[in-house]
């Protein structure tokens, strides 16, 4: 449930942020904004940055604190950086993303996302059931908050897509217009004749010795074998031994 | 090989983009930046959006072409939105992210993204091997480009991790031999001097007019470029060329 799954900005800074933000959620089909008390907003930058997305800002729901942000929610995780010794599971993006799918299907999640300079704090992270580390490099894992958002919308898109198999055969019969193209792939008899031609071509400039061409042969064959050649591709082909052996004589 | 994964960014009209993703590189622990012809480079706008990630922009290798930044690649891959009825494989992020790995072990390997407005070119698209899908919301595909490398340098973190847990090692080595095989494959270099010295053959056989080879070259580009040509196969095809022209004299 795509309106179940709400993404949570916490005193955002910037406003581009905010925007660039938004822009991530609505290209991974999520448009559940929540803003806590986000320090400039509505903004011009916020609407700048978000691009075609001005629809997410404008249905962003902007409250004061966290608790408001999160009152319906039965699951709160928030993203961090990995810590020690904390008392929350720690899941990376992937694992986070299974728990949410299912847990959206029955109630409102949340995933929180801090300020610019520090991230959640303990007041905040008290209000999460489990915490999320995007494994970044241990030398410097400053994500932007915009993102992280995105990385985290990524996911959840990706398990949409594997989740509704239904909708993923739909969105890739969509795209299967392929087979127009497909239709217009050489037959075999096609293939043969353009080898066949290719041979007597070879021969025709001295390329190869008539009475021993097998070896040559194969792996030219093997060459044009890997890819599937189009019937217009092999028209192109034999027009240029045609125009070579043309020449040669 | 880390060192062997390059980001490549093309005309990139917003220096804070340029900013943005080396930031983003530098959170997943990638570091290899090329920008062909940024509109604005160096920038305090990208300075002050790559955050403590300068070192990257530093380091950044800044070329006037596509051509220059993948010369010794021999495998270059392209985001862009998913096209209907194009002959290149197209492969989400995760899938493309295990290809990358697997040959970034023995050579440089290249990503591509286009500018902010259009993406990637006819022309540029021409360069690449096959193409990366992010699954965006098909109602709104729109995302930044410093998304776009923050998601392809999380996957790559990821993949990294994974490997590093020895799972990954032990799928390697069983699979090693290719090993061998993929340092065959030509480097994009190689490539280029193979389809000009075809564009040369066919204007001594008198198969294009040597005033107008865009079309049909670019046809016989894509066509190559699907197959990944080895060492071997480049000069096979280099030497049926020469023996054409030969004749054709």
Redesign the interface.
Known sequence: MKKNIRIVLINTSHPGNIG?AA??M????LDNLYLVSPQKFPDDQAVAMA???GDILDNAVVVDTVEEAIADCALVMGTSARMRRVRWPQLEP?EAVEQIMEESVSHPVAILFGTERIGLTNEELDCCHTLIN????P??????V??AV??MS?EL??AE?SEDEGARKA?LS??A??E??DSDFATSDEFEGMIAHAEK??V????IDPNHPEK?LR??RS??N??R??K??IN?LR??YA??Q???K
Chains 1, 2 share one sequence.
Do not use: H
Not at 134 to 137: A, D, E, K, Y
């Open positions: 660039s822009r991530a609505k290209t991974m089909a691009s075609g997305a992937r995007v494994p970044t490099n030398e410097y894992g400053s994500l932007n915009a993102s995105q990385i990524y898109r990706l897509l969105l969509s795209a217009p392929n127009k193209e071509m070879m025709d400039v001295d390329f040559l792996q030219i060459m044009f890997r890819i050649l189009t217009r591709e192109i027009g240029i125009a070579a043309k020449k040669a």
